[in-house]
């Protein structure tokens, strides 16, 4: 991924609706249109075959919700929604919010500190560990788990050998869970009860834990710290929660259209589709890019400007259709509430220092330090 990938996805875009990556061999959808209609016709665009550009991953996420298809993704999802959906969720604000405050005060008191080390990683890690029923140690083998997840989805090289092999380990560890090592009501005992009630194949159990740790922490980290820096640096914007705190579900949402914390995702083309003039033949792998979509000016008016009081309920971010996010509701709640703490207490966000994180997937920051001012 690179670290400003806006210029080429808008060169992606006006080249037409597909165009061929010979890196990646697949061909890239980048309009908003085509994405949307393409991840709605799960038919014709398979996740079976894997979503990933390198055959040893597509291999690994073989048995994973993500690759199901109906009537077994139907089975998988409702194991998972059990926990997910939104009336659920919505339960969960209050200790959510309070745990985004406990985090957010003391560093704004420090006047200064590392989104990216010490708010974006820990925060999320420590909610949806909670909720998954996971030990502190177990939580952080998880998050190291997820960015390699993502890191292992690109095309074969150094960065998908590293992540693949932690990808491994992180596995055998999983496979060695009982549902002793779970706290019990959590989401991950859930899913040896389902197994237990013949709901799901017990051997689905490790999988679906799965599930919940590769896409549940890399991406909501991203998007905190995509967020901030996106406040930061259109403090105007900052200033509008101030006057409106309402509009911070506005502002996620927006968040979330600017900086896709997943930039790209793999489909498998099952037969000649035309897009345009472009035909993309049968067999062939598709890459999927959310974050040039969201920043399509055939969709979006003005798509490179982040303005909270646009309508984004629409971004593409969780996906569409099918495979659509099933932790979208928490992922939500979670951002939303570290976005209310902050404007609670910071008038000003100043940024001091910041790096990207560099992974084939995933789009946020290794470093991002700031300095607050109330
Ligand atoms: C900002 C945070 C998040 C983003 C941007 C995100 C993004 C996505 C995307 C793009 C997909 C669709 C993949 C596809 O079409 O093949 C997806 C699926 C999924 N996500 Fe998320 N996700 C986030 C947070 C979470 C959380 C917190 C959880 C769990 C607690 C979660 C669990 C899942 C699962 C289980 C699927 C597979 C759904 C299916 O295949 O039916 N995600 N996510």
Not at 266 to 281: N, S
Request: glycine share 8%; aromatic share 8%.
């Amino acid at each position: 991924m690179a670290e400003e990938p806006y210029g080429y996805y808008r060169e992606l875009r006006d080249a037409g609706p597909a165009v061929y990556l010979e890196k990646l061999d697949a061909y890239a959808l980048s309009r908003y249109e085509d994405v949307r209609a393409a991840l709605k016709d799960w038919h014709t665009f398979g996740s079976a075959e894997g979503t990933a550009f390198n055959p040893a991953m597509n291999e690994n996420v073989q048995g994973v919700i993500l690759t199901a298809e109906p009537p077994e993704h139907g089975a998988l999802r409702a194991a998972l929604m059990e926990r997910l959906r939104l009336s659920t969720v919505r339960d969960l604000a209050d200790w959510v919010q309070q745990r985004a405050d406990e985090f957010v005060a003391p560093l704004v008191e420090l006047g200064s500190f590392d989104v990216a080390t010490e708010l974006a990683r820990p925060f999320p890690s420590t909610v949806v560990g909670e909720l998954i029923g996971l030990k502190p140690e177990m939580t952080e083998k998880f998050v190291i788990g997820s960015d390699a997840v993502f890191a292992a989805m690109g095309p074969m090289n150094e960065r998908t050998r590293r992540g693949l092999g932690i990808v491994g380990e992180v596995l055998e560890t999983i496979a060695g869970l009982t549902k002793d090592d779970l706290e019990p009501g959590s989401m991950g005992a859930a899913l040896y009860e389902a197994a237990a009630r013949g709901e799901i194949p017990p051997d689905h159990v490790v999988k679906l834990l799965w599930n919940y740790a590769g896409p549940a922490f890399d991406t909501t980290i991203h998007a905190i710290s995509n967020l901030i820096w996106a406040l930061a640096r259109n403090p105007e914007q900052l200033s509008l929660l101030h006057e409106d705190p309402s509009l911070v579900p506005a502002a996620v949402d927006e968040g979330l259209r600017y900086e896709a914390p997943i930039q790209i995702w793999g489909r498998f083309c099952r037969k000649d589709v035309t897009f345009g003039e472009t035909v993309l033949p049968a067999n062939s792998r598709v890459a999927i890019l959310f974050g040039a979509a969201n920043r399509d000016e055939r969709h979006y008016p003005d798509p490179d400007t982040f303005d909270i009081r646009r309508n984004a309920r629409d971004m593409l971010s969780f996906g569409y259709g099918l495979h659509r996010c099933t932790g979208a509701p928490l992922a939500q709640l979670e951002i939303e509430a570290v976005a209310r703490a902050f404007v609670a207490r910071v008038r000003e966000i100043e940024i001091l220092d910041s790096r990207r994180h560099l992974n084939h997937t995933v789009r946020g920051f290794q470093c991002l330090r700031i300095g607050v001012h109330t």
